[in-house]
Antibody, heavy 128, light 108 residues
Framework: QITLKESGPTLVKPTQTLTLTCTFS??????????VNWIRQTPGKALEWLAL???????FYNPSLNSRLTLSKDTSRNQVVLTMTNMEIVDTATYFC????????????????????WGQGTLVTVSS | DIQMTQSPSSLSASVGDRVTITCRAS??????LNWYQQRSGKAPKLLIY???TLQSGVPSRFSGSGSGTDFTLTISSLQPEDFATYYC??????????FGQGTKVDMK
């Protein structure tokens, strides 16, 4: 059974750095092709993909947030950590982690097939 | 970025109805298109990947079609547990992997 769970602060102040942890079970980031994403959902329900880390430590970030995001993984603890610097009120959202399996297409190369398992999400409010 | 536009934004339907939701990409994405269902207060759940492949465990009343820029999610006979919001999402080429704005299906 595959599960993921997000953890971290529920409230951060503007300009602070947010650190979120995704703890998962039922799969391993030692396995070829496996990746973990971070996705957020605004209060208005819009979904935004943030970042992806693969088993081989390849990392991809949303260019609109690239300079603020950092991903890391702890394979032995089955965890992926996202840090987001300089938090703003508009970053208030529910943050999800989700698994992907890497696929390949001869025209476009490697890509994450889908977000096939999701955590329950954690609501982060940015307020002074 | 590739923009994904869903229509309608919401619809009202009854149990047993056939429901169709459309998703349009701002450029061709071949079949790099996934569909998710999100029930109230829950995380999104993958229904269909690669435009038309049903995720394991998803009921066969859900189906997807399309290629290029135009895609469709169809629920052949709406069930009570299908009242939810549905999102399309593209994973073509380089990031970011973008979502549609969602289509809320509620009870007529």
């Amino acid at each position: 059974q595959i599960t993921l769970k997000e953890s971290g602060p529920t409230l951060v102040k503007p300009t602070q750095t947010l650190t979120l942890t995704c703890t998962f079970s039922g799969f391993s980031l030692r396995s070829s092709g496996v990746g973990v994403n971070w996705i957020r959902q605004t209060p208005g329900k819009a979904l935004e993909w943030l970042a992806l880390i693969y088993w081989n430590d390849d990392k991809f970030y949303n260019p609109s947030l690239n300079s603020r995001l950092t991903l890391s993984k702890d394979t032995s603890r089955n965890q992926v950590v996202l840090t987001m610097t300089n938090m703003e009120i508009v970053d208030t959202a529910t943050y999800f982690c989700a698994r992907s399996l890497r696929d390949y297409h001869f025209l476009t190369g490697y890509y994450p097939r889908s977000f096939d398992y999701w955590g329950q999400g954690t609501l982060v409010t940015v307020s002074s | 970025d590739i923009q994904m536009t869903q229509s309608p934004s919401s619809l009202s339907a009854s149990v047993g109805d056939r429901v169709t939701i459309t998703c349009r990409a701002s450029q061709s994405i071949s079949n790099y298109l996934n569909w998710y269902q999100q029930r109230s207060g829950k995380a999104p759940k993958l229904l269909i990947y690669s435009a038309s492949t049903l995720q394991s465990g998803v009921p066969s009343r859900f189906s997807g079609s399309g290629s290029g820029t135009d895609f469709t999610l169809t629920i052949s006979s709406l069930q009570p547990e299908d009242f939810a919001t549905y999102y399309c999402q593209q994973n073509h080429g380089n990031p970011p992997y973008t979502f549609g704005q969602g289509t809320k299906v509620d009870m007529k």
